[in-house]
Nanobody, 124 residues
Framework: QVQLVESGGGLVQPGGSLRLSCVVS????????MGWYRQAPGKEREFVGT????????QYADSVKGRFTVSRDNVKNTAYLQMNSLKPEDTAVYYC?????????????????WGQGTQVTVSS
């Protein structure tokens, strides 16, 4: 059974930074493309970023390009989302996602595994 467990959310001021972590168990980590989604109140869950199994390729939503970075440590079975220059509109529950390819990670209906979510609030 594959499990994804996120951590690292919290309250941060505009312009600040946070790093989210997602620890994966139950499957060889390098066989999974990893990604992040977010869902703000009253809105649909949206794609944020993704990374291939060995970290060679990343892709991002336009709204976070240049501010957010997805990375992974295949020894620690952990994916990360580094968020810089945070804005109030980044406030959401952030979800870790995993699937076979980054193409399928980017398609919400094709994601194989989800984490439970972690709240990120950007406010002064």
């Amino acid at each position: 059974q594959v499990q994804l467990v996120e951590s690292g959310g919290g309250l941060v001021q505009p312009g600040g930074s946070l790093r989210l972590s997602c620890v994966v168990s139950g499957r060889p980590f390098s066989t999974l493309a990893m990604g992040w989604y977010r869902q703000a109140p009253g809105k649909e869950r949206e794609f944020v970023g993704t990374i291939t199994g060995y970290g060679s390729t990343t892709q991002y939503a336009d709204s976070v390009k240049g501010r957010f970075t997805v990375s992974r440590d295949n020894v620690k079975n952990t994916a990360y989302l580094q968020m810089n220059s945070l804005k109030p509109e980044d406030t959401a529950v952030y979800y870790c996602a995993a699937s076979k390819t980054i193409a399928s990670v980017q398609l919400k209906a094709a994601v194989d595994y989800w984490g439970q979510g972690t709240q990120v609030t950007v406010s002064s």
